[in-house]
């Protein structure tokens, strides 16, 4: 049985693992990948340390620093159970079961998705969650943006560079986000902007060819070649059936990182800790090996 | 004989350079091809991969999309 198991590899996960790793616990890393969401940012001024460095560079500095202390990381493995019977903490993977006396859900946040028929089956073949990553190769093409806060505003920004046109399909009565990118937006002249308008399904053969909008209760087919999914984040805690959420799938934990349930810790973008950032979140982990450690020694 | 990579990539996308950065940890020589700076290319990899996400890595012919780790060491065989 491990002493500690960690699920997640993004600032949190990884911070963790060097704390543990210096308290010579018995632990492993479980994580679908390393560097969360951080691996997908772009560029970060605000990462104590460092003026400027882009997610991929500050992911390879963290995963560096993780790997120094031959941390044990099963990776491409998701959580898919966690419980905690009698004393014994057990993690379900596709691949195995692990068991652990302690564990810290640092799993954070994924995009989250539109649930309508087409999303996965046109997904990498003209729908997309990352408009920074895909945004060129829809160069003089038609798109269409699903959303209507910063990320959407954000993929609607870059692609007012690049594509033909721009549809914003914002499924409130008006647009979210800053003043200053809305206002940009609006007086591009190549942005559509569709309130009150819902996505149903995703059309099209090979690639994404429409999408299907309901507006007010009328459906029609708009015509588009690309679709930006940027409708925000959702925790993934789903395997945590036991643990105590908020209303938004977020962990609740105190101010020392404990759940509900004694001994499962957790940190970083999962929990309902306020703000969402990379320097936030690697504290929270630090916060939580620490806790643990001092809940393995009163056992 | 070694084989041959190809990293169908944009200069904006993370995962590009991290799928980069990995290969270059483990030894393997790859062609980099920006597709956001040259369309004709950018076509050939939706052709030819049926796929429009980056990054798309293509090793002797087989087409792994996004950065999967697993699936590269497997089919690199390292």
């Known amino acids: 049985m491990y002493d500690l198991i960690i699920i997640g590899a993004g600032p949190a996960g990884i911070t963790a693992a060097v704390y543990a790793a210096r308290k010579r616990l018995e632990f492993l890393v479980i994580t679908a990948d390393i560097g969360g969401q951080t691996a997908w940012s772009g560029d970060i001024e605000n990462y104590t340390g460092y003026q400027f460095i882009t997610g991929p560079d500050l992911t390879a500095k963290f995963e ?14 998701e959580a898919v159970e966690l419980k905690k019977t009698g004393d014994a903490i057990r993690v379900k993977t596709a691949k195995g079961e692990y068991e652990s006396k302690t564990a810290i859900i640092a799993s954070g946040k994924k995009s989250r998705e539109l649930g309508v028929p087409g ?13 920074t990553c895909d945004g060129p190769l829809f160069s003089g093409k038609v798109v269409a943006v699903i ?3 910063n990320s959407a505003l954000d993929a609607a920004l870059q692609l007012m560079r690049i594509a033909k046109h721009v ?3 914002n499924n409130t009565p008006r647009l979210g986000g800053d003043a200053i990118m809305r206002e940009k937006v609006e007086r591009s002249g190549i942005v559509t902007v569709m309130n009150d308008a819902r996505v149903t399904s995703v059309l099209g053969d090979k690639m994404v060819r429409a999408i299907k909008v309901d507006k007010a209760g009328k459906e029609e087919d708009l015509s588009i070649q690309g679709v930006f999914v940027e409708i925000g984040l959702v925790p993934n805690s789903a395997f945590a059936k036991d643990i105590k959420k908020n209303e938004y799938g977020e962990i609740i934990v105190n101010c020392k990182n404990e759940t509900n349930v004694p001994g499962i810790f957790a940190a970083g973008d999962v929990t309902d800790v306020p703000e969402k950032q990379i320097v936030i979140a690697a504290g929270e982990g630090s916060k939580a090996a620490l806790a643990a450690f001092k809940y393995l020694n009163s056992l | 004989m ?6 169908y990539s944009t200069a904006t996308c993370p995962f590009c350079i991290r799928a980069k950065q990995f290969l270059k940890e483990n030894g393997i020589q790859f062609e980099d091809i920006d597709v956001s700076a040259d369309e004709n290319k950018a076509s050939e990899m939706i052709k030819k991969s049926g796929q429009m996400g980056v990054p798309v890595i293509e090793i002797d ?8 780790k697993e699936k590269i060491k497997e089919v690199l065989g390292i």
């Open chain 2, 2 to 7: 070694a084989k041959k990579v190809l990293v």
């Open chain 1, 147 to 149: 959303g209507g806060g």
């Open chain 1, 64 to 77: 560096e620093h993780m790997r120094k202390y031959k941390v044990p990381v099963k990776e491409s493995e």
């Open chain 2, 61 to 68: 012919g087989e087409f792994i999309v996004g950065f999967d």
């Open chain 1, 167 to 169: 549809y914003i399909v």
């Open chain 1, 119 to 131: 999303e996965r089956e046109f997904k990498n073949k003209g729908l997309t969650y990352c408009a």
